[in-house]
Every structure is written in C-alpha cells, then in structure tokens.
C-alpha cells in the first residue's frame, strides 16, 4: 500500500470494528496501481451516512445527499461515501435518485470506466469485477457494463472518457468507442460548466493529440459551443507539437487561436462557455500576443501590456510553424523601467498643477505618451524630465 493509503487505515479499522466493509475507489487507486502520484483518496463503505457519523466524533457533511461525509482525523481528512447505485436517469445527465446499498458490487457497477471501478482492502487486495487489470495493462478505457446504456445515463462519461484518453494515453476499446459516436449528441443535455472542466482537463493532458483526434472521430466536438464547424481546425490544433500546457488559459488561447478567432471574438467566444470574466481577460491577452508576437519580436510597449503573459506566449509560439527567433525573456521584463503606470514618477494631480490647466481627456492623453517614453527609454523616470517632456507635449 502507498503512504497515503497507509495513513487512512486508522479510518478504514474503525468502520470495519464497527461491523461494516470499507475500501479505498475510484481515480486514486487506478493511479496507485499506475505509477503515477495521487490527490485524493477516496473510500467507499456499506455504512450509511448516519452510521459513518456515530463511529467518527469529527465529521462535516460536504454530499450527505450522495452519501459522502468529510471525516476529520488529527492529521487529515477523508472523503468517506456509501456505496450506492444510481437509478433512472432520465435526463441523461443526473440520476433522479440516488439509493443507498450494502453491496460493494452494486457500487462498482454504476462507476463510468472498468479502470475507474476497483477497490481495495486494507490489506492491499485489488477487487476487480470487470477485468480492469487486463485493462489497465492494455491501456485500454472500457466502459463499465453496457456501454450504450452507460453514455445514456450519464452522457458526461463521453467527456471523462476523452480527458482520461488525454491523460493517460490509453485509447477507448471498439464498443465503447462505437457508443461514444452513437450517443455524441447526448452532451446537449450536459452543462457548458462541467463539460469545460473535463474539456480543459483534455486540453492539459500529456496525450493531448490522441484526445482531440478521438473528440473530433467521436464527433463529440460537434455539442461543445462554438465548435460545430470547427473539426479541420481541431486537428490543426492537435497536430501542434507543443508539450503538455502549463495553464488553462494558455492551452485555450493556443486553440481559440487555431479556431480562426480575431482578438475581439475571444470574450464572445467564451462567453458561450460561461468562464469567468477574468479567464476571458486573460484568454484575450493571450490571443493577442500571440497574433502580435507571429508578426514581430515584442517592442518595449508590448511588452508592457502583456506584463507576464509575454513570457507564456514566447513558451507556446515556437511550437507554431513559423518557428520564431529568440524572444523576450523573464530578465527582459523585469528590466522594464517601470511596469504600470503608479510607477511613473509624475501622477495626474503633478500635470495639473505644472500646468495650471482644469483636469479633461487631455490629461489621460499625456500620461500615456509620458508613460510610453519612459517604457521606451526615451526619457529617465524622473519627475522634472517628464514635467518638461509633458510641458513641451502640451504646447504643441
Ligand atoms: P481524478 O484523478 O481526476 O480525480 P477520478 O477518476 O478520481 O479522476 P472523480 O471525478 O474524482 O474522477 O471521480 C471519482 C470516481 O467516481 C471515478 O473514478 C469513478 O469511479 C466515479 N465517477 C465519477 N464520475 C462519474 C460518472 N459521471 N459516472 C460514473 N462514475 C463516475
Ligand atoms: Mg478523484
């Protein structure tokens, strides 16, 4: 058992000596027996919600509706949820009903994928009911059960199944695959908000080109907003050999960009993903560096607009085909001589009084040439330089 396992069987015993089964599920344990490092373990039980909070003193219902409950412990905390089975769904996207089993299987069964639907005993024994080992071993992402049935109940599990592609490089076996193609038009019926999560999930992943293939193969593209016509740019996109993106909004500006969109399309664009105000700022700087940065080296100015975003945009562009010469660095930002405009060493209220004049748009418009002289270096930082430079622009 891994360390973070190790830490948890305190928990695991206490269920266990209070008479019911407890084993760790789910992402944690695929990545366990995969080599890779693990965020959060999770543990699944046949105690109900109730019975899990009289054997723990500490607990907090984070899902008590999905049977999850937080244990606290001295050093940590778990989630602990009751095993459960999901009936009729029947809007292809939220069980109606969630019911509460004693069955290990039961709970196995209603998981998306057979390397997603292990468990595992505290004594480190790996209960596979689906030949997810085999899986695991192949590769290959399988849908638990009835794959049609699966993608009907729960069309989400599309979008999960192409970021695990992206994630782990494994590829989907036939029938899962033929399922995913019939039932694409599903995710019409799932919200804009968790696709993005998974969707963004795909764009970071380290398999990033098989994903994006399988998204546009499985025609899933075609129910993601703003993408319908955009499959031959899609690929384009994926044949980028960019390595894994260091950022959401690094890997979306490099696509939004690949999608054909101008500057100004890229707030509109997202907003049909309901992202916040502030990743669409961020995209749209982005986007704009790099349309600019494929002209020309970053001037002085640019530099100044894009502050740390030129840095993320000198990362992705030589990866683009007109490979480009050697870009700014980290030193070359911050060798700037001033990097916002509270830095200039004369402010709207020195202007005023040097020059006696009432405040109006005129003041906005000396600032900036002030502050573009000084980013430039074609005037010192300094107070009386930039009055004089100020007094000569005025009088022109
Ligand atoms: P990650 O490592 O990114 O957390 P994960 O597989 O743990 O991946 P979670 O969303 O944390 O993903 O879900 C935990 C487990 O719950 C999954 O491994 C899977 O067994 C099950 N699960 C999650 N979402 C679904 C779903 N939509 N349908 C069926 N089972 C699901
Ligand atoms: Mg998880």
């Known amino acids: 058992l891994p360390e973070e396992f190790r830490q948890a069987l305190p928990v695991m015993e206490q269920i266990e000596t209070a008479g019911y089964e407890a084993y760790f599920v789910g992402g944690s344990v695929r990545d366990v027996l995969l080599g890779h490092p693990i965020h ?53 996207r939220r069980p109606d009903q969630v019911s509460f089993v004693r069955s290990l299987e039961e709970d196995l069964k209603r998981r998306d994928f057979t390397i997603n639907a292990f468990a595992v005993q505290d004594d480190g024994n790996v209960i596979d009911l689906f030949e997810g080992l085999a899986d695991l071993a192949n590769k290959t992402l399988r849908a638990v059960g009835n794959p049609h049935e699966r993608f009907h109940e729960d069309a989400l599990r599309m979008m999960r199944g192409l970021r695990f592609v992206s994630q782990l490089g494994f590829s989907f076996e036939e029938e899962t695959f033929e399922a995913i193609l019939e039932n694409h038009a599903l995710l019409g019926k799932i919200s804009v908000e968790r696709i993005f999560i998974e969707f963004t999930k795909l764009l970071l992943g380290d398999y990033r080109k098989a994903a994006i293939e399988q998204f546009v193969a499985t025609e899933c593209y075609q129910y993601c907003p703003g993408f319908r016509d955009k499959g031959a740019n899609l690929l384009t996109f994926a044949a980028l050999p960019t390595p894994a993106f260091t950022s959401e909004a ?147």
Request: glycine share 4%; proline share 4%.
């Open 250 to 396: 690094a890997a979306w500006a490099v696509l939004l960009d690949h999608l054909g969109l101008a500057v100004e399309e890229v707030s509109p664009f997202l907003r049909q993903w309901k992202v916040s105000n502030e990743f669409r700022r961020e995209c749209r700087e982005l986007v704009w560096g790099i349309k600019r940065r494929k002209e020309n080296l970053f001037t002085a100015m640019d530099l100044y607009r894009l502050q740390e975003h030129a840095l993320t945009v000198e990362e992705v562009l030589p990866y683009y085909d007109q490979a480009g010469q050697v870009g700014v660095t980290k030193e070359a930002l911050d060798a700037l001589p001033i990097h916002q405009l509270s830095e200039l060493a004369v402010n709207g209220n020195d202007l005023l009084q040097a020059t006696g004049r009432k405040p109006g748009p005129w003041l906005k418009e000396v600032l900036s040439y002030l502050e573009q002289a000084v980013v430039e270096k074609r005037s010192e930082n300094d107070k009386t330089t930039l009055l004089r430079l100020a007094m000569a622009y005025t009088k022109e």
């Open 40 to 92: 959060d373990v999770d543990i699944a039980t046949s105690a109900f919600p109730a019975e899990i909070k009289e054997i723990f003193p500490r607990t907090v219902d984070v899902g008590i509706e999905h049977g999850t409950v937080l244990v606290l412990t001295e050093d940590s905390q778990y989630e602990i949820t009751t095993f459960r089975t999901e009936s009729t769904y029947q809007d292809f």
